[in-house]
């Protein structure tokens, strides 16, 4: 890469980062809508509904960020096999410590140790990089930042799992979902989406159920036993009235994405990852050049 596609590509990451930040995907924002709709008129899940309206509307006019909350910075990027993706990882730390500069990204990551905020966001684990080459000549970079609350409520289970009665098959799997959302209540910011992995080992299942959440609000899983489970889960929870932000209502969750990873038979994780309603994820094809030819969302 050249001094000019670099520069190019530097620019590009900050605008993802930007636009990540700030502005809400539209299929976030329509379902956000259609969750409005069905609280009744003035109650308090309606009322809440409106102050997250309000804020999303704001944040993109202002170029300000949705939430208080940076988030876990976490980039998910394919890159041409011939491009070097240890200057992508350099380019992709400045353009976070930039862009914070900018006061696009709150300076909001901290010395585990220590406490102490050095006011960039980057530092160990911070951004997280998940690169992989892939043989078309084009980048496919996606940032989400999840917030730290709903991280908070994320949840793994091992099955059997005796406290909500749970075995080794898809109603177990069912039970351990609506139990970390039951448990959640209002703490992950809610109405939530969840990402959801069967299988794997506890590391894998993590970070898979986040993967899922890369996926569209609209889009239907090809595997018609799991597209029944999501289905399922969302409208149970949806029955459970804990509501937006807690306040009670009909809008517990927008939708939940499940996935499997195969397992050992010794053991049988169900890993959950929630995500609020400030669903920050953004993304865009970039070019060789560094320059963004289309955005995903
Ligand atoms: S969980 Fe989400 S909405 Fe709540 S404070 Fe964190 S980023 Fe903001």
């Known amino acids: 890469m050249n001094a000019s596609s670099q520069n190019k590509m530097f620019d590009s990451l900050v605008e993802i980062i930007r636009k990540t930040s700030t502005e809400l995907p539209q299929d976030v924002i ?38 208080q909350d940076t988030g876990s910075i976490l980039f998910f990027i394919h890159y041409p096999k011939t491009a070097d993706a240890e200057h992508l990882g ?33 530092g160990p684990g ?5 690169m992989e080459p892939w043989s078309k000549d084009y980048y496919d970079i996606r940032l989400m930042l999840k ?7 994320g949840a793994q289970y091992s099955l059997p799992d005796s406290r909500v ?13 609506l139990d970390a959302v039951q448990q959640a209540q209002g703490k992950g910011c809610g109405p939530g989406v969840l990402g959801v992995t069967i299988g794997g080992d506890r590391a894998t299942g993590y970070l898979s159920s986040k993967e899922q959440l890369l996926r569209r609000m609209k889009d239907s899983n090809p595997d018609p036993v799991l597209a029944k489970l999501e289905e399922e889960v969302t409208t149970d ?53 560094g320059e963004i030819k289309d955005w995903i969302y």
Request: net charge positive; proline share 3%; aromatic share 6%.
């Open 30 to 67: 329509d379902a956000i809508e259609e969750g409005k709709k069905q609280e009744a008129q003035d109650s308090r899940g309606d009322y809440a509904m409106g102050i997250i309206q309000k804020n999303i509307g704001l944040a993109k006019v202002k170029s300000q960020p949705l939430c």
């Open 90 to 122: 350099e380019l992709l730390r400045k353009a976070v410590a930039t862009a914070t500069e900018k006061g696009y990204l709150r300076q909001n990551s901290v010395d585990s140790i220590t406490g102490k905020n050095n006011g960039t966001n980057v």
């Open 237 to 289: 929870a949806n029955k459970l009235g804990i509501g937006p932000m807690g306040f009670g209502g009909k809008t517990t969750l927008l939708g939940t994405k499940v996935t499997a990873l195969n397992r050992l038979p010794a053991s049988f994780f169900v890993s959950i990852s929630y995500m609020c309603w400030a669903y920050r994820r953004q993304g865009a094809n970039v070019t060789m050049d």
């Open 147 to 153: 917030g730290g609350g709903c991280e908070n409520v």
């Open 165 to 177: 009665g749970a075995g080794r098959d898809l109603a177990g799997v069912k039970k351990c979902i």
């Open 126 to 130: 911070s951004p997280t990089l998940h």
